[in-house]
């Protein structure tokens, strides 16, 4: 999985922002929203890619630690946000002690992960007892019509532009797999209740395309 991310890593931005026609902006907006971070709180980032969630989390004054698998992406991470603290990490076995972060986030990278609920106990271990958690993620679109044309987008236009824009075309088709793959907003929300998390709301964006979870380390 690392390899794969290593090989999109350079464009693995200017996608996203191709594939979600500019959407990507807005859903991490949401996600700076959610979070409501406040100056000194300390957070984890994980699969931080190349910091595109990190950076407007550290600039509304949180100290941000950036993680992720790729090495590819994490260097490059690193070299592009020079203030951000970026390690390599399994999110299976987080390189943290218990309870070191106020908040924890993960943007497009928990359904990419062998464990998901394996990684949501790791994110409760290294959060704070009332700390807080939200997860961006890809979900389910409302309504049976939008739900189609979401689909369409997937299976036969999204191929099309990562033919066009990245160098490892075969990986996208990968990740419109787990995308189609991925539980529902409820589905999700069972994963983090299974793992230990409370408090669970979401709420979606771009008519369900995307979700944000939040929950709460009861």
Not at 29 to 35: D, G, H, I, Q, S
Request: proline share 5%; with cysteine.
């Amino acid at each position: 999985m690392a390899s794969m991310f290593d090989s999109v890593a350079r464009r693995y931005d200017r996608m996203n922002a191709l594939a979600s026609l500019g959407q990507d902006r807005l859903w991490r907006a949401a996600l700076v929203r959610a979070l409501d971070p406040r100056p000194g709180e300390s957070m984890l980032d994980l699969a931080a890619g190349t910091g595109a969630s990190a950076r407007p989390l550290a600039r509304a004054g949180a100290r941000v630690v950036a993680v992720d698998l790729s090495f590819g992406m994490a260097s490059l991470g690193q070299r592009r946000h020079r203030r951000l603290r970026f390690v390599l990490g399994d999110a299976l076995a987080l390189p943290f002690a218990d309870q070191t972060f106020d908040a924890a986030t993960c943007s497009f990278g928990l359904r990419n992960m062998a464990d998901p609920v394996a990684a949501l106990r790791e994110l409760r271990r290294v959060v704070r007892p009332d700390g807080s958690l939200v997860i961006c993620e890809f979900s389910t679109p409302v309504g049976r019509l939008w739900r189609r044309l979401y689909e369409f987008w997937l299976k036969r236009v999204m191929p099309k532009v990562a033919r066009l824009a990245s160098s490892d075309s075969p990986a996208y088709t990968y990740l419109t797999e787990s995308i189609l793959d991925w539980p529902d907003q409820a589905g999700l929300a069972d994963l983090m209740r299974e793992a230990g998390w409370s408090a669970i709301e979401w709420r979606n964006l771009s008519g369900g395309i995307v979700a944000l979870h939040r929950a709460r380390r009861g």
